[in-house]
């Protein structure tokens, strides 16, 4: 073989493996980030968003075809072989009453391996943490009161387990794909995202929807809109765009298309850790104050 052959060789790629854990949820967030537009969920999953870097998802217990026992060792296999390698990726919340048993992923010789376990295991060895999803952020719809089979967040079952693997929280009901995408590609360039005061990257959610809402000049000039859908501020039918931040109104949902405000619905505060609780009823008007007031008599909360 000649030098100019040798020279001509692929280079090599690294591949990061990636687990999705599934909690307790509805499967929306899987659907959100499987309709990404740009890059699309095929160029995640098979290309490189990242020169030289790809991902390699091994688990996905809604897409993929294996089942049973075999896919459960594919869990307990890499967390021992690619310790400190892998990402992993959790969507819905984590039920931990009664030990975890209300959550179960399925049986590995006559045992079984609850969510709470797996996350506890899985999390304890991985590169780092990506919650998906309000559930899996703060708690979300499953941990609303009365929260009967104690739903909790990522970070929280790590912090009363002591286990220290960074969290990014991604939260949203559902989240945009792009901030997922965005995440991963930023972990995949070997940088950990800037977050804020909650577990979320700045770059995402940064800014106050009401800051850029449309209907801003709306609210300043006092026309409110009686009905959601009506034209006007939706402020008086329950909009929490007054203290929810997330980029939504500059980067709209469906490739760009509409977004909550814009189809006529108040934004329901789906990214803020006192989702649904203290946001609902959602289209009944609260003011930010009476948010603040509730979140510092809430000792549940992530703040
Ligand atoms: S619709 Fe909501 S986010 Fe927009 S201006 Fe009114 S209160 Fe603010
Ligand atoms: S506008 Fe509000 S409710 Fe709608 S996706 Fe964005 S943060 Fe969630």
């Not at 459960?72 to 919340?93: A, H, N, P």
Request: charged share 20%; hydrophobic share 30%.
């Amino acid at each position: 073989m000649t030098t100019k052959e040798n020279n001509s060789n692929p280079p090599t790629v690294k591949e990061i493996p990636a687990i999705w854990l599934p909690g307790a949820g509805c499967t929306g967030c899987s659907v959100s980030v499987l309709n990404a537009v740009s890059p699309k969920i095929k160029n995640l999953l098979l290309d490189e968003i990242v020169p030289g870097t790809k991902v390699s998802l091994l688990f996905h217990a809604t897409i993929m075809a294996g089942q049973g026992e075999m896919v459960i060792e594919v869990l307990k296999d890499t967390q021992k072989r690619k310790k400190g390698k892998y990402l992993l990726i959790v969507e819905g919340s984590i039920p931990t009453a009664e030990k975890g048993k209300y959550g179960t992923l399925g049986n590995l010789k006559g045992k079984h391996e609850t969510i709470l376990g797996s996350l506890k295991e899985l999390g304890s060895n991985a590169l780092a943490v990506i919650a998906l999803g309000a559930c899996s952020s703060y708690g979300g719809i499953p941990a609303a009161h009365p929260n009967p089979t104690g739903c909790k967040g990522v970070k929280e079952v790590f912090k009363e387990n002591s286990i220290e693997t960074p969290v990014i929280n991604v939260p949203g009901c559902p989240p945009h794909p792009d901030w997922l995408l965005g995440t991963i590609s930023s972990l995949l360039l070997g940088r950990m995202p800037e977050l804020d005061d909650v577990g979320r990257p700045k770059l995402f959610y940064g800014t106050l929807i009401h800051e850029n809402c449309p209907r801003r000049a709306d609210f300043d000039k006092g026309k409110f809109a009686k009905y959601p859908g009506d034209e006007g501020c939706l402020y008086q039918v329950g909009c929490k765009g007054h203290y929810t931040y997330a980029d939504c109104a500059l980067r709209q949902w469906n490739n760009g298309v509409n977004w909550c405000i814009k189809a006529g619905s108040p934004c329901l505060g789906c990214v803020e850790p006192e989702f649904p609780d203290l946001t609902s009823p959602f289209y009944e008007k609260i003011t930010t104050e009476d948010i603040k007031s509730c979140i510092t008599t809430n000792t549940q909360s992530t703040r």
